[in-house]
């Protein structure tokens, strides 16, 4: 057996999320489905580094997988794209040890969110940017705010309260704001994200911006642990899963 290491893009618009679910339409689903067309077998699958939800897209996420055939590596990306759906891609794919694992050997992660200013939103940009519609966020303001989030904390209040994991505590190596254009977009990277993490801190960056909470609020919320204290978790549509790290 072979373990072989790949990253995956994919458009989340029309995916009810990451993972396999009974009778719904998900990524790892296509992967898997087409990985047992290779295979001839029902027994292949994949391991990602982590689900996304509904809506979410993807330029690099990462999977692994075990096989037993003798096909050259740089024959896999063709061979399974062949079999993917046009909303899904597999970028590349490398031979690794067998003890990486797409999950747990991963040190960070970088997400970005992004919204739209345009004065009228592309319908061809609808499923990738939030459109800010007539609010015009106050982007140093932003910026103030997202200081208070780096670093080791609790992120309870900023995370769904379904999460299942108990313990909260992540570490947030860079959360910056910038304007590109039309667009405004956020980069967060860490060692890891909650459930409904990265979409919370967007949500409540945004409601800074425009005036409905102060950048010192931020703060306050984080050291509170109570989600109840943080606003709306901003729209899937506008999160993507950018980049996954391993040690070398």
């Known amino acids: 057996m072979k373990r072989i290491k790949s990253t995956v893009a994919y458009d989340g618009t029309n995916f009810a999320g990451y993972q396999s679910q009974p009778g719904l339409r998900t990524v790892q689903a296509e992967i898997d489905k087409a990985l047992r067309k290779i295979h001839k077998e029902d027994t292949v699958f994949s391991v990602a580094s982590g689900r996304t939800d509904a809506g979410v897209h993807a330029w690099g996420q990462v999977i692994h997988f075990d096989t037993p055939l003798g096909l050259p590596i740089d024959r896999w990306k063709t061979a ?3 079999l993917l759906p046009k909303d899904v891609r597999i970028v590349d794919a490398v031979f690794v040890n067998d003890d990486f694992h797409a999950r747990y ?4 992660k970088t997400y970005q969110f992004k919204w739209s200013a345009s004065e009228v939103q592309s319908p061809f940009e609808r499923n990738y940017a939030v459109h800010l519609e007539k609010w015009r966020p106050d982007i140093e303001r932003m910026r103030e705010a997202a200081q208070y989030l780096i670093g080791t904390h609790d992120f309870t209040s900023y995370c769904s309260s379904k999460t ?3 313990n909260k505590v992540r ?4 959360l910056e704001l910038e304007q590109n254009g039309e667009d405004l977009i956020m980069t967060i990277e860490g060692d890891g994200f909650l459930y409904n993490m990265v979409r919370t801190i967007a949500g409540m960056l945004f409601a800074v911006g ?3 909470n102060e950048p010192l609020d931020i703060k306050e919320i984080l050291e509170a642990r109570d989600r109840k204290r943080a606003g709306k978790t901003a729209a899937a549509h506008g999160l993507y899963l950018m980049n996954v790290t391993y040690n070398d």
């Open 105 to 108: 050997s991963a040190v960070g």
């Open 210 to 212: 425009i005036g409905w």
């Open 164 to 166: 299942a994991t108990s």
């Open 80 to 82: 399974l794209n062949v």
């Open 171 to 174: 570490t947030v190596r860079k």
